[in-house]
């Protein structure tokens, strides 16, 4: 039996297991010729207390990084810059933020809505969605 593969997508949670799932999935799309989406899934720690709920800070979350040995946003920037992935800015989260262009990482395209956003990742051959 001979298998086409044509898309794949691949969950990442910034760990050396997700690193290592990434470039066998980039892999088998150079193979293949298939298109890879990258799908960011992280369960955010949060505490629920009488009065509400409160989700971690970004200290907590740097601490929790650090402990589980997790790459920095920077490294992964890198290794998907790499890879050839395009970053996309979501434009909705940019307006109700109140971010413009100027406030974005370097190396991102321009910011695309949900529309435009899922015309592009269907025309290309690797898509990151966040």
Known sequence: MNVEWKKICCPIDFSEPSRAAMRTAVGLCERFGAKLTLLHAYQ???????????????????????????????????????????????????????LKPGDMIDGLDKPAGAGAAI???KQAKISLFI
């Not at 200290?59 to 998907?80: G, H, I, P, Y």
């Open 44 to 98: 955010l720690p949060g505490y629920t207390l009488p009065e509400g709920s409160i989700v971690a800070s970004p200290k907590m979350m740097q601490d929790l990084a650090d402990k589980n040995k997790v790459a920095s946003v920077q490294e992964l920037l890198e290794l998907a810059k790499d890879m050839g992935v395009k970053l996309w800015p979501c434009q909705m989260t940019m307006d109700l933020m109140g």
């Open 119 to 121: 015309s592009l990742m």
